[in-house]
């Protein structure tokens, strides 16, 4: 089996801390059994930057490999072309999205420089895996260095119509870097769909009907990897110590009402203020359920340096603070909102208390938390899906409650839907997706990336 070596922007941890995300703990077995390389960001910012001594945590077979980034970086790169222009884009937002010369040469500047620091650790016949948006020319990059390894890369978020794309500066520039890829994967047939029609209309390119398409005299694979979760080792999480614990606050608390969950990271492409107004219009147009259940959210920060986090988090707090003045009593809040994170086995046990989750984005690449409920309920009386059209994960979970999420009243409608759901109904559409989950856990999905990657 040859050599893996991941590069992410951000890497690890090694051990499972119970912060580590689901992602992190599938690149990890995965590393361990081949014994590999994981390079990125250290997370840290200093004056050397990208010229800083590599950091090397070795843990048996695997060994974490990090670089510091410069404030420059940190702001063009990062905060810059990363999150204030492609995630943006390629989330279906050009409204908000930044288009600066500077920010692109600082991530160009920085996908170099990460390749020329990756290129002496490699050997000729390890297999290269890239992940995500902040790493689009990587690959172009080492190809010019020599390197002729088999090269893998994984976009985690949404791959939008050409014609949205094809707004942003030297969009060109961006696409032909990732066609020195060996293997493009993406999340779904739709993004896949969408970056074949791009190759099409933007590039002359052609489909060769096998899996691989042609554009700019090179040929690459290109599929679709929906990523899942140790879907297992989730429901396990939840009958756990800390998972049961958590649960049983929560029921204390509850006293016999009902919960919704929602789980997301602050960001605006999660929809939680339309979710927030769904929640409004549902105990408007249902006021029988007034006082019987809430919504939990918990939405720990991110990037709170970009300026739109900041201001979505107090439309947040605003908006919570209205529908609570509108409906509250004295013994009843109909949202709680909580912007810090939970350990990971204790949100199992969030999940399993929770008759419903609203896993509403306005667009997502997959989404971890509808598989994440999913995967904590108990079998025998599980909880409802309410999932976003719009997630990536939609196109695998067709047996939760489908909603478009800026549809508050279809919302609504379908949160008293889920409330009324009999038991046998509730516990056929959990099984269909739980199998479907074990099926497609994070092993299947890494697995079968990377044997496509060695086809
Ligand atoms: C990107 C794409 C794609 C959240 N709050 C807490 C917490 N979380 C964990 C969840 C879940 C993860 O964060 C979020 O994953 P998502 O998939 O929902 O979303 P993104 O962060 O936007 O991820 C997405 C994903 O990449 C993978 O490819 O699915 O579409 O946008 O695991 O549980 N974890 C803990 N405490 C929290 O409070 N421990």
């Not at 999340?187 to 700019?216: I, K, M, S």
């Not at 707090?317 to 939970?342: C, K, M, Q, S, Y």
Request: glycine share 8%; aromatic share 10%; charged share 30%.
């Amino acid at each position: 089996m040859k050599r893996l070596v991941v590069v992410s922007n951000r890497v690890g941890p090694l051990k499972d801390t119970g912060k580590a995300g689901g992602l992190a703990v599938a690149l990890v077995d995965m590393l361990r059994e081949r014994g590999g390389v994981w390079f990125g960001w250290s997370g840290e910012i200093s004056d050397v930057g990208t010229f800083s001594e590599l950091r090397r945590e070795r843990s048996k077979t695997v060994e974490l490999c990090t670089i510091d980034i410069d404030a420059t970086d940190n702001a063009e790169f990062y905060a810059g072309y990363a999150n204030r222009t492609l995630w943006p884009v390629l989330h279906y937002r050009l409204d908000i999205a930044e288009f600066s010369p500077v920010f692109e040469a600082g991530y160009r500047r920085v996908n170099e420089r990460f390749a020329a620091r990756l290129l002496p650790l490699l050997r000729s016949d390890d297999q290269i895996w890239v992940h995500d948006y902040h790493f689009f020319h990587l690959g172009a990059e080492l190809r010019r260095m020599g390197v002729e390894n088999r090269i893998g890369f994984f976009l985690h978020i949404p791959f939008p119509p050409p014609d949205m794309l094809s707004a942003l500066p030297r969009h060109r520039d961006l696409v032909r870097s990732l066609l020195a890829y060996d293997l493009i994967g993406l999340q779904t047939d739709r993004d896949r769909r969408h970056f074949v029609d791009y190759l099409r209309e933007e590039a002359g390119g052609v489909d060769l009907g096998d899996g691989r398409v042609e554009a700019w005299g090179r040929i690459a694979r290109v599929a679709a990897f929906p990523i899942g979760i140790d879907t297992e080792g989730f429901h396990e999480f939840a009958d756990g110590p800390e998972g049961r614990r958590e649960r049983l606050r929560l029921e204390r608390h509850l006293n016999g009402r009902r919960q919704i969950v929602g789980v997301d990271r602050i960001d605006y492409s999660k929809g939680i203020p339309h979710r927030f107004r769904a929640v409004e219009r549902f105990f408007d147009d249902y006021p029988e359920h007034r006082g019987k259940v809430s919504l939990l959210q918990v939405a720990p920060p991110s990037r709170s340096e970009v300026d739109a986090y900041a201001e979505i988090r107090r439309e947040l707090e605003h908006l919570a603070g209205h529908i609570n003045g509108r409906f509250a009593d004295v013994d009843w809040t109909p949202i709680r909102f909580i912007t810090r994170g939970f350990p990971r086995r204790a949100l199992s046990g969030v999940y399993r208390a929770s008759r419903m989750a609203l896993v509403t984005p306005l667009r997502d690449g997959m989404n971890l938390v509808a598989k994440e409920y999913v995967a904590a309920q108990d079998h025998q009386d599980p909880g409802v899906l309410l999932l976003s059209r719009f997630a990536g994960a939609a196109e695998s979970m067709g047996e939760a409650l489908i909603v478009n999420p800026y549809a508050a009243d279809e919302v609504a409608s379908a949160i008293k839907a889920a409330l009324d759901m009999p038991l046998d109904e509730r516990r056929a559409r959990h099984h269909a997706l739980y199998t479907r989950l074990v099926e497609g856990d994070a092993k299947h999905w890494a697995n079968s990336f990377l044997s496509m990657l060695d086809r």
